[in-house]
């Protein structure tokens, strides 16, 4: 009878999506007050709803209700608990509900934390975002009910959650990824809000702007994990592998990067208003695209859930409707989207716009190498083909050095016009420091010279010196250098935090690809093997018995240089109730190195075959996404992103800002 509960409120659920769609827009359209004041009302009862279905699904999981087919397929009595309540989205219906539940939490975020706002602007949010739930309910009802069951015979057992998922990593990866991902349909709802109104002023971006910073923050973690999470449990020693499943969410942040940047410059300079809108459109449909994929079928993938057409019809439909008809409402709505004022061809302006490009080409190029083998073999009916790391790579990793340098650029650069002779002399010399250290670290650290590895030291210091000197002329005539920085905006803060994010993840991507060494070998209990300056010793192995796995648990001596640095433990489990492999990786985590060991199989002569990595610097991905994500995070908190009175653009334009070391007054910085 429980499960039927789950059944009602999804449908209730359904039900008020579809109210929440109308009665509000349609109330905000003709300025019936009664069915604008619905909107908030109506956000909370859906998301009492969808809560309820959640938490009675999790019931579900937890009593062992095999009746239900979701929790047949993807758990059983033997799983540990967690994995139990997690298993809620191991499989598509459940990870649907969970990605639908997560946009009413968006929903009513919006609802409390927009009371500021114009009542009927909210509403035209809160009512796009509930046609959007209402196409998400809709679609569990028909294709992926997660509440069906297995009548009038269910199986005595579960199937078992599959092996890969049984982790602390499954736990919190998709959680954070699916929060981010839904998070750009807020943005989305604001930019469609505003073409309705015909508000397309700075205001609209200005209320925007909170919400794509705390979804790109979300997103970036979200990525961050999955990449966290495939570097220690797939057992294959790297953190990216341009997988078809794991691509969408990077076109997504990509396109959700250059939103937030161009978001800045509708707020403060009144320009780029189409682009900005087109921007928003765009990553909302980055986001339904990676459903689409990761649920139709069409593409193989250890993180895809779903194999059924029908799905991936709707979905594909559902994609159409939409961004189809923002498309043609964009296109209505064209004249009121002519930019106030001019620019210079050497402004912040220019450069932001260059950087927003690049951005965009080079999610264009990530969904052409995800999307071509698809598309290849419906046209030529043959094998599909794979899109491997050598594509991805060459297109993507000129773009990024472009990035990097139009980066700094923009940030030094002033609002409206800037003069080349100003930018040569505040970038001259962080220039040729960069290039300077660029090559002097990598061979003082390594004593061999790597053309690659001195190009990335060179970029990653290029955004770092240029930080610096950003901020040193923001405080140049402060009494102190700490009176200085707290005179800085919130928000600015915010930018070169994630700046420098950006700076240390390009460090440690560029470097742990270029300086990795690994070794596959076959040992005996008592042999050992050398690695870089590293001893590895092989003492044997022991069984293990786990709460629903058998495993062999091998021992290694690991030592530097005479010295005992630790020992690791990497594992080869059988889970018992689908006796499905699964290998646990021994990681010896370092700021500057990961000492990585991973267990294959038993030879009959009892020699074990396996594999030994160092990754230098590989910590430094992660944690440059963290320093990112803060970054965003700190911007947010600018207060100025709670007011409700936005300045003009004429008032914006005619206000002094402050840039130290000009003489005759204070000239524009942003």
């Known amino acids: 009878m429980v499960p039927e509960l789950g059944q009602f409120a999804l449908i209730l659920s359904f039900c008020l999506c579809a109210l929440l769609g109308t009665l509000p827009l349609i109330g905000a359209g003709t300025g019936n007050q009664l069915w604008i004041s619905l909107a908030r009302p109506l956000t909370a009862g859906v998301f009492v709803f969808l809560s309820l279905c959640l938490l009675i699904l999790a019931y579900s999981f937890v009593t062992d209700d095999f009746s239900v087919q979701f929790v047949a397929?993807?758990?059983?009595?033997?799983?540990?608990?967690?994995?139990?309540?997690?298993?809620?989205?191991?499989?598509?219906?459940?990870?649907?509900?969970?990605?639908?539940?997560?946009?009413?939490?968006?929903?009513?975020?919006?609802?409390?934390?927009?009371?500021?706002?114009?009542?009927?602007?909210?509403?035209?949010?809160?009512?796009?975002?509930?046609?959007?739930?209402?196409?998400?309910?809709?679609?569990?009802?028909?294709?992926?009910?997660?509440?069906?069951?297995?009548?009038?015979?269910?199986?005595?057992?579960?199937?078992?959650?599959?092996?890969?998922?049984?982790?602390?990593?499954?736990?919190?990866?998709?959680?954070?990824?699916?929060?981010?991902?839904?998070?750009?349909?807020?943005?989305?709802?604001?930019?469609?809000?505003?073409?309705?109104?015909?508000?397309?002023?700075?205001?609209?971006?200005?209320?925007?702007?909170?919400?794509?910073?705390?979804?790109?923050?979300?997103?970036?973690?979200?990525?961050?994990?999955?990449?966290?999470?495939?570097?220690?449990?797939?057992?294959?020693?790297?953190?990216?592998?341009?997988?078809?499943?794991?691509?969408?969410?990077?076109?997504?942040?990509?396109?959700?990067?250059?939103?937030?940047?161009?978001?800045?410059?509708?707020?403060?300079?009144?320009?780029?208003?189409?682009?900005?809108?087109?921007?928003?459109?765009?990553?909302?449909?980055?986001?339904?695209?990676?459903?689409?994929?990761?649920?139709?079928?069409?593409?193989?993938?250890?993180?895809?859930?779903?194999?059924?057409?029908?799905?991936?019809?709707?979905?594909?439909?559902?994609?159409?409707?939409?961004?189809?008809?923002?498309?043609?409402?964009?296109a209505l709505r064209a004249p009121l989207m002519k930019s106030e004022f001019g620019f210079a061809s050497v402004s912040r302006e220019v450069f932001l716009l260059a950087n927003n490009i690049i951005l965009v080409v080079a999610s264009a190029a990530i969904l052409l190498g995800t999307l071509y083998p698809m598309v290849y073999q419906a046209v030529s009916g043959g094998e599909l083909i794979s899109v491997g790391p050598p594509y991805f790579n060459t297109i993507f990793v000129p773009l990024m050095s472009l990035l990097v340098i139009f980066l700094v650029l923009g940030a030094i650069s002033r609002w409206k016009k800037t003069s080349v002779t100003y930018l040569k002399q505040q970038l001259l010399i962080v220039a040729a420091a960069s290039v300077v250290l660029g090559l002097i670290l990598p061979l003082a650290l390594t004593l061999e010279f790597n053309v690659g590895a001195s190009i990335a030291t060179a970029l990653g210091l290029w955004i770092v010196l240029g930080i610096v000197q950003d901020i040193r002329l923001k405080i140049a005539n402060k009494p102190s250098v700490l009176a200085g920085l707290r005179s800085l905006a919130v928000a600015y803060l915010g930018m070169q935090i994630a700046h420098f994010g950006f700076a240390v993840i390009l460090l440690g991507a560029a470097l742990t690809s270029i300086y990795s060494i690994e070794k596959s070998v076959l040992l005996s209990p008592g042999q050992s093997v050398d690695l870089g300056n590293y001893h590895f010793q092989f003492d044997g192995t022991e069984h293990l018995s786990g709460p629903n796995y058998e495993a062999e648990r091998a021992t290694f001596q690991v030592l530097r240089d005479g010295?005992?640095?630790?020992?690791?433990?990497?594992?080869?489990?059988?889970?018992?109730?689908?006796?499905?492999?699964?290998?646990?990786?021994?990681?010896?985590?370092?700021?500057?190195?990961?000492?990585?060991?991973?267990?294959?199989?038993?030879?009959?002569?009892?020699?074990?075959?396996?594999?030994?990595?160092?990754?230098?610097?590989?910590?430094?991905?992660?944690?440059?996404?963290?320093?990112?994500?803060?970054?965003?995070i700190v911007a947010v908190l600018d207060k100025r992103y709670r007011r409700l009175k936005v300045k003009t653009l004429a008032q914006a334009a005619s206000e002094p800002e402050f840039r130290p070391g000009v003489s005759g007054g204070q000239t524009v910085s942003g």
Not at 237 to 243: C, L, P
Not at 614 to 629: D, E, Q, T, Y
């Open 73 to 330: 397929q993807h758990s059983n009595s033997l799983l540990p608990i967690q994995y139990k309540i997690t298993a809620v989205w191991g499989g598509h219906e459940g990870s649907f509900l969970f990605w639908t539940w997560m946009l009413a939490l968006w929903m009513l975020a919006v609802s409390l934390f927009s009371k500021a706002m114009p009542d009927d602007f909210v509403a035209r949010v809160l009512g796009i975002m509930g046609l959007i739930g209402a196409g998400y309910t809709l679609f569990m009802i028909a294709t992926s009910n997660p509440f069906d069951r297995v009548l009038p015979l269910s199986p005595v057992d579960g199937a078992d959650l599959n092996s890969a998922l049984q982790d602390i990593g499954f736990i919190i990866h998709p959680p954070s990824l699916y929060m981010g991902y839904v998070g750009f349909s807020v943005v989305f709802a604001f930019a469609i809000a505003a073409l309705l109104s015909g508000r397309l002023d700075s205001a609209w971006a200005r209320w925007s702007r909170p919400w794509a910073n705390a979804a790109w923050a979300i997103l970036t973690i979200g990525i961050a994990l999955g990449s966290w999470w495939a570097y220690y449990e797939l057992g294959w020693g790297g953190w990216w592998a341009w997988d078809p499943v794991e691509n969408p969410p990077m076109i997504n942040w990509l396109l959700g990067t250059a939103l937030i940047h161009s978001l800045a410059v509708t707020e403060k300079r009144g320009v780029f208003k189409s682009w900005t809108v087109l921007l928003a459109i765009m990553a909302f449909a980055a986001s339904l695209l990676g459903t689409f994929i990761t649920r139709s079928g069409l593409l193989t993938s250890v993180h895809a859930f779903a194999s059924d057409p029908t799905r991936g019809v709707y979905i594909l439909g559902f994609l159409g409707l939409v961004i189809g008809g923002s498309l043609l409402l964009f």
């Open 563 to 632: 010295e005992f640095v630790r020992e690791l433990h990497p594992e080869k489990r059988v889970y018992t109730a689908s006796m499905s492999p699964s290998t646990e990786m021994a990681i010896d985590a370092g700021f500057t190195r990961d000492l990585f060991i991973t267990l294959g199989e038993e030879r009959e002569s009892g020699a074990w075959s396996m594999s030994i990595y160092i990754k230098p610097l590989v910590r430094w991905v992660w944690l440059g996404s963290i320093i990112m994500a803060l970054g965003a």
